[in-house]
């Protein structure tokens, strides 16, 4: 089974920059869209930013365009997700996922947490002065 494991969290003040990374093993072939996904303490887990690897198409959320961008390293399969101009907002437990079975980059990043069958343990942003 595909296991996913992230890394790059940490302590930054506003304004700064993180860039995480998502390290994939297993069966990486079976998935079609890999993506960023955060949750703040009380509220729902949202998608942040997507990829296809069959189009290479990203979608960011609105609350992230302009400062976070999803990229991919083809030859290890890594995601990474580079964040700037970070707000005290973005801070949240950043997750990366996987799965088949949508059309668009976009899709992925609004499915719902229980149809997504491949999580990685998360990684502790926290933006603060």
């Known amino acids: 089974q595909l296991q996913l494991v992230e890394s790059g969290g940490g302590l930054v003040q506003p304004g700064g920059s993180l860039r995480l990374s998502c390290e994939p093993s297993?069966?990486?072939?079976?998935?079609?869209?890999i993506g960023w996904f955060r949750q703040a303490p009380g509220k729902e887990r949202e998608g942040v930013a997507c990829?296809?690897?069959?189009?290479?198409?990203?979608y960011h959320a609105d609350s992230v365009k302009g400062r976070f961008t999803i990229s991919r390293d083809n030859a290890k399969r890594t995601v990474f997700l580079q964040m700037n101009s970070l707000n005290p907002e973005d801070t949240a437990v950043y997750y990366c996922a996987a799965r088949r079975g949508v059309s668009t980059a976009q899709a992925m990043c609004l499915t719902r947490s229980e149809n997504i069958g491949s999580w990685g343990q998360g990684t502790q942003v926290t933006v603060s002065s």
């Open positions: 297993g069966f990486s072939a079976e998935y079609y869209f």
């Open positions: 990829i296809s690897s069959a189009t290479g198409f990203r």
